[in-house]
């Protein structure tokens, strides 16, 4: 039984259809990467699931209990846990008391404030800074560092590159390899292609709200993803 089941969601903004029917799964242990242009419903589709979304249809199942018509509140207790896009930190508050807030949670597992500073050393050394004083990427760890402390079953990236240099996203999806091996699953919202493919066992392409691609990266070409992606027809 996969950790997380989603079978044929739709998501609405008042008369707006934003995501059409959307199928995925994600095997426990798995890093799945959501790929697709702008406005795609990328992060509509992570806001359902998290029950950020209330005008949904279809079923969410996550660890066999149905979660769709779950508060985000009693979501977030079974253990799904969202890295959101532009990080969100309280930015008047130190390292160590953001990684707080996450650790406030009453799900326990191996994620401590020793294990994140174990996997981010620079967070250690950084734990009495102000968060706003930090780098993007700095930041980006904090943020992942905050999600882990609620040690979640399952955890959900939204962009978590976007405007990091490449080493520092090089950094960062290297310490995806322990995350995993902790346990947690990995839903990545990924616009670089490339590293989306690299980091990920499983992609789903969303185009205008509906998976238009899905498959293993490693047996999928550039070309099919692309069209998938832009949705525009390859010929041989
Ligand atoms: P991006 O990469 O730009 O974040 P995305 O793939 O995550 O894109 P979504 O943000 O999920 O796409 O948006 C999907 C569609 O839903 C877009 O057409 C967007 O304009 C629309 N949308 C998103 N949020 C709202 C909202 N609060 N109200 C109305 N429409 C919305």
Request: with cysteine; aromatic share 6%.
């Amino acid at each position: 039984m996969p950790l997380l089941s989603v079978e044929n969601l739709d998501v609405f903004y008042g008369d707006f259809h934003a995501v059409h029917g959307v199928t995925l799964s994600v095997e426990e242990g798995q890093t799945v990467a959501i790929i697709g242009s702008n406005g795609a419903g990328k992060s509509t589709l992570l806001q359902a699931i998290t029950g950020l979304n209330t005008d949904k249809r279809g079923n969410v199942r996550f660890a066999g209990t149905h979660i769709a018509r779950m508060r985000a509140d009693l979501i977030a207790r079974q253990g799904i846990t969202m890295v959101p896009e532009g990080r969100r930190l309280f930015g008047s508050l130190t390292v160590e008391d953001n990684l707080l807030v996450g650790g406030s949670t009453d799900r326990n597992g191996p994620w401590t404030l020793k294990a994140v500073y174990d996997l981010f050393p620079r967070l250690g050394e950084l734990h009495r800074m102000q968060a706003s004083t930090l780098s993007g990427g700095q930041q980006q760890m904090v943020a992942i560092g905050r999600a882990l402390m609620t040690n979640p079953r399952l955890l959900l990236c939204d962009e978590i590159s976007l405007g990091l240099a490449p080493k520092i996203i090089g950094d960062i999806y290297r310490c995806f390899d322990v995350i995993r091996e902790s346990g947690v699953s990995i839903v990545i919202i990924e616009q670089n292609v490339a590293q989306a493919c690299h980091a990920s066992q499983h992609i789903y392409c969303l185009l205008e709200g509906r998976v238009s691609l899905e498959g293993d990266p490693r047996t999928l070409s550039m070309k099919d993803i692309t069209a998938a992606y832009f949705g525009t027809e390859h010929r041989p």
